[in-house]
């Protein structure tokens, strides 16, 4: 099969991650495959390094413009054109909307969109939220098949009407990760964050492994260490990720006076490597759809506090995987990640629950397996 991979952007997101892993995946598997991508980021590099062949679409991005859109199609149509592809596999939004557009008037035989998590369900005016509605639905209308990742992402599109036989469940799927000794990666993290190894040492750290956007709810997560901090001195947080929110992040932690706790550590190439490190992992999220860095956490062992939102649920079994939260309550949240600190046994047994379901549920093989045969479908 030809097979085409369309996403908006190049960085190593986690739809970023996921076109890797199907575009790899599907290579080795010896079908013909091409990624067109906006700009020139980690996703693009890595792809490269695996062989495969990748267009940049250079007016593809996050950013609404009609002008930059009308570019785009034009390139992601004159892609398709020439290498006639017989499925186009779309990921995010604006992606999704071109691609599956230009799919239809090309007569591409089999068109797929996978939905990372709905934009709609974003903190955004009425109207935006209105607007991206109904542009998700002409998205599932002009393709052939939209994949949903979490099973409450199905249950809202099954909402929308004469798409409901288009809908297919197919969740995100990992390999374990290798990861770094305990050790080792303690000392790797001290001096990256400037502090001596032995004072690391005797730390309760607490991870987070995000893009800082605003959707990863990390103001929240600032808010909660100023009462962990308080109650639990001996602990720290790392956050791992760039993103938008650097500078804000930087000022905030100033402003509460946390800087001998909170730590943005930037960018960490195959920052799971690193999740040995943490005692307790913590993702704020006011948005998500089925997040990976959860997955690693688990095959890590990790007890895990998140937000009950998106595919999180059904990946965390509240107070016996993890602890779930509500999203925006920065109260609740540092509740929880106080209990987790203050029960190093249930940190332990949630840490176990949460490794046997990941390795269960969520296999790389059993993702590729239902995307290929997807493929297949005549």
């Given at each position: 099969?030809k097979?085409?991979?369309?996403?908006?952007?190049?960085?190593?997101?986690?739809?970023?991650r996921?076109?890797?892993?199907?575009?790899?995946?599907?290579?080795?598997?010896?079908?013909?495959?091409?990624?067109?991508l906006?700009?020139?980021?980690?996703?693009?590099?890595?792809?490269?390094?695996?062989?495969?062949?990748?267009?940049?679409?250079?007016?593809l991005?996050?950013?609404?413009?009609?002008?930059?859109e009308?570019?785009?199609?034009k390139?992601?149509?004159?892609?398709?054109?020439?290498?006639?592809?017989?499925?186009?596999?779309l990921?995010?939004?604006?992606?999704?909307?071109?691609?599956?557009?230009?799919?239809?008037?090309?007569?591409?035989?089999?068109?797929?969109?996978?939905?990372?998590?709905?934009?709609?369900?974003?903190?955004?005016?009425?109207?935006?939220r209105?607007s991206?509605?109904?542009?998700?639905?002409?998205?599932?209308?002009?393709?052939?098949?939209?994949v949903?990742?979490?099973?409450?992402d199905?249950r809202?599109?099954a909402y929308?009407?004469?798409?409901?036989?288009?809908?297919?469940?197919?969740?995100?799927?990992?390999?374990?990760?290798?990861?770094?000794?305990?050790?080792?990666?303690?000392?790797?993290?001290?001096?990256?964050?400037?502090?001596?190894?032995?004072?690391?040492?005797?730390?309760?750290?607490?991870?987070?492994?995000?893009?800082?956007?605003?959707?990863?709810?990390l103001?929240?997560?600032?808010?909660?260490?100023?009462?962990?901090?308080?109650?639990?001195?001996?602990?720290?947080?790392?956050?791992?990720?760039?993103?938008?929110?650097?500078?804000?992040?930087?000022i905030?932690i100033?402003?509460?006076?946390?800087?001998?706790?909170?730590?943005?550590?930037?960018?960490?190439?195959?920052?799971a490597?690193?999740?040995?490190?943490?005692?307790?992992?913590?993702l704020p999220?006011?948005?998500?759809?089925?997040?990976?860095?959860?997955?690693?956490?688990?095959?890590a062992?990790?007890?895990?506090?998140?937000?009950?939102?998106?595919?999180?649920?059904?990946?965390?079994?509240?107070?016996?995987?993890?602890?779930?939260?509500?999203?925006?309550?920065?109260?609740?949240?540092?509740?929880?990640?106080?209990?987790?600190?203050?029960?190093?046994?249930?940190?332990?047994?949630?840490?176990?629950?949460?490794?046997?379901?990941?390795?269960?549920?969520?296999?790389?093989?059993?993702?590729?397996?239902?995307?290929?045969?997807l493929?297949?479908?005549?």
């Open positions: 099969m097979i085409l991979y369309i996403i908006t952007k190049s960085n190593w997101g986690g739809a970023g996921h076109v890797f892993d199907l575009a790899t995946a599907m290579k080795d598997k010896g079908h013909d495959v091409w990624v067109a906006g700009g020139n980021g980690l996703l693009k590099e890595k792809l490269g390094a695996a062989g495969i062949y990748t267009f940049s679409i250079a007016a991005g996050r950013d609404i413009s009609i002008g930059k009308a570019g785009s199609f390139e992601i149509y004159s892609v398709m054109k020439s290498k006639k592809p017989d499925i186009i596999h990921h995010s939004p604006k992606a999704a909307g071109l691609g599956s557009l230009a799919g239809r008037l090309l007569g591409v035989k089999q068109i797929i969109v996978t939905v990372h998590g709905w934009t709609f369900n974003e903190s955004r005016p009425w109207y935006e209105l991206i509605t109904f542009f998700s639905w002409l998205t599932m209308l002009f393709s052939h098949t939209t949903l990742i979490s099973e409450h199905l809202q599109a929308f009407p004469f798409v409901k036989n288009k809908l297919k469940l197919i969740p995100l799927g990992i390999r374990p990760p290798t990861f770094l000794s305990v050790e080792g990666v303690k000392q790797v993290l001290a001096k990256h964050i400037g502090m001596d190894v032995a004072e690391f040492g005797k730390k309760t750290v607490i991870g987070v492994i995000a893009e800082l956007h605003p959707n990863k709810g103001g929240y997560m600032l808010e909660a260490m100023r009462t962990v901090a308080e109650q639990h001195p001996l602990s720290i947080c790392i956050i791992v990720g760039v993103g938008e929110l650097s500078a804000s992040l930087h905030k100033q402003e509460y006076k946390l800087d001998q706790h909170v730590f943005l550590a930037g960018y960490l190439d195959n920052a490597e690193y999740l040995k490190a943490f005692h307790v992992f913590v999220s006011i948005k998500e759809g089925l997040p990976y860095t959860i997955l690693e956490a688990g095959s062992s990790l007890p895990v506090v998140a937000t009950s939102v998106g595919g999180i649920p059904e990946i965390i079994d509240d107070m016996k995987s993890g602890i779930l939260v509500q999203p925006k309550n920065s109260r609740e949240l540092g509740h929880a990640i106080s209990f987790m600190i203050e029960h190093p046994e249930e940190r332990k047994k949630y840490g176990a629950a949460l490794k046997e379901k990941v390795a269960t549920k969520f296999s790389l093989d059993r993702m590729i397996w239902l995307v290929e045969g493929y297949s479908k005549k």
